[in-house]
């Protein structure tokens, strides 16, 4: 019974959506999330942005200046391997 149990753990990792607030917003709402993550003792955050289809061209210019805004911080991210739309970003351990 607590190998099954244990097994269908999973840990609730903090999400947010982004994906339609403009540029700025989306940044500073992720930034505000970072900072809520980071002093709740969080160590991922996933900001759903989409990929880009509702997007002039169908390029994800959303996603692609959240990555440049977490560059300038110095935050690691990467694509969901899962859900090209998500982020997840990685977030420093004091």
């Known amino acids: 019974m607590h ?6 753990l999973q840990i609730e990792e903090r999400t947010i959506d982004v ?3 403009k ?6 709402k992720a930034e505000i999330a970072i900072r809520d ?3 709740a003792g969080d160590t991922r955050l996933r900001v ?4 880009g289809n509702h997007s002039l061209g169908k390029i ?4 692609l200046a959240l990555v440049a ?3 300038q911080h110095r935050i ?6 899962y859900n090209p739309g998500v982020l997840n970003i990685k977030l420093p351990i004091s």
């Not at 540029?23 to 500073?28: G, H, L, M, N």
């Not at 759903?48 to 990929?51: L, R």
């Open 60 to 63: 994800p210019s959303l996603k």
């Open 37 to 39: 993550a980071l002093a």
């Open 19 to 21: 994906h339609r607030l």
């Open 3 to 8: 190998v099954c149990l244990a097994h269908n």
């Open 76 to 81: 690691e991210t990467e694509v969901d391997p």
């Open 69 to 71: 805004a977490m560059e």
């Open 48 to 51: 759903i942005c989409g990929s």
């Open 23 to 28: 540029t700025r917003e989306a940044i500073r």
